[in-house]
């Protein structure tokens, strides 16, 4: 029960089942809309809401986890889950359901801060970018697992079913948390006596990696949106276009640990990011230039999955045990904040211009960005270090 392998179950069982619940709106749309007389934009604000309180809930999750204790936030957050899915389950309006779903994100966003501390205090020291990219599969495996099985619940039962099946699950995770989760031995004796506060270098080079870890999923998320659209524009059926590009993310799902392994085993994590990075660029780029472009989001899938683990672990190297938990909620922040403006942002180009090939060249300049940035972090990096190693 003391293996952080054994810690990192649980967190993948929680990650999985917060992915599972934000899609169970997406998987019930149609269902919603046919019973309750709704349109697609209130579908919309619905899947919206799950996201959006990080916004606000971000920064205090740190700070509430440092004051209380991460275990004890974390399972509050997932009181609020199993309490805003079970509202969304019984209930038979649209009012009704949208509170139940923004009281899940609410604790959805605590889950998201807070266990990426919890994970980074058990790896810290080892294995930091395979145990990161284990549990960073959790969210997108857990969002495949419900568009694979969410619709056809709904069909075969109801929609209330799908809401119910999610929040049963986070039950679930909710008790191996409370039952299995624990802090490493030593930092729990490291952290009781611990004053530390964040420093002005260690706030910026925290939002540094933030900022690279929104452009990063930002570009991935414009790729998934109008990537279909681009090949639509091209003659190519609907139904065949998003099942190309979702090929993407299922092989992004198995190249996240073998990058994570990568950096891990050889102790290559620049070469691995650089290397990931500058691969996605290029074939992004390429994308619309080629005529049936399968065998390139099958390589898109790769490089992205192989940069993952290692751009997602920046701010796990920089800080320390003590201001973890604030620096988290900082680190969280531009992704909250953030992400919605990007894909919004995306949008607006792929109006103004009238073909998703723009939208697709913004992410390429996204993904740009990041790699320059990671470049800028790491020079940041080793200059915090020279000071102590004097």
Known sequence: MRSRWFILAVLFVARFALGYQFQSAGSAAPFLVRDLGIDYAQVGILVGVFILPGIVISLPSGFLGRQFGDKTVVVYGMALMVAGGSVATFGWSYPTILIGHALSGVGGAILIVLMSKMLTDWFA?????????????????GIAAGQAT????????????????????????????????????????ALAETTETLTWPEIRITCLAGIIWMLLNGAYL????????????RGMPIAEANALVSLMSWVCIVA???GGYLATRYRVPNVVMAGGLIASILLVALISLVPYPFLFFLLLGTTLGLATPVVGSLAAEVLKPGVRGPGFGIYYLWYFGGMPVLLALAGLIRDWTGSATASLTFATCMLLCCLALAGLFRLAQARTRKPSQS
């Open 125 to 141: 020291r080892k294995e930091l970018f395979l145990g990161n990219a284990i549990f960073i599969v959790g969210w997108p495996a």
């Open 222 to 233: 414009v790729i998934l949106s109008f990537g279909p659209l681009r090949l639509i524009e």
């Open 256 to 258: 996240l640990p073998l």
């Open 150 to 189: 969410q619709s056809r619940m709904a069909e075969l039962i109801s929609w209330h079913t799908v809401f119910a099946s999610s929040t049963a699950l986070v039950a679930l995770a909710l008790v191996l948390m409370v039952l299995f989760y624990h802090r490493p031995p030593d930092l729990s004796e």
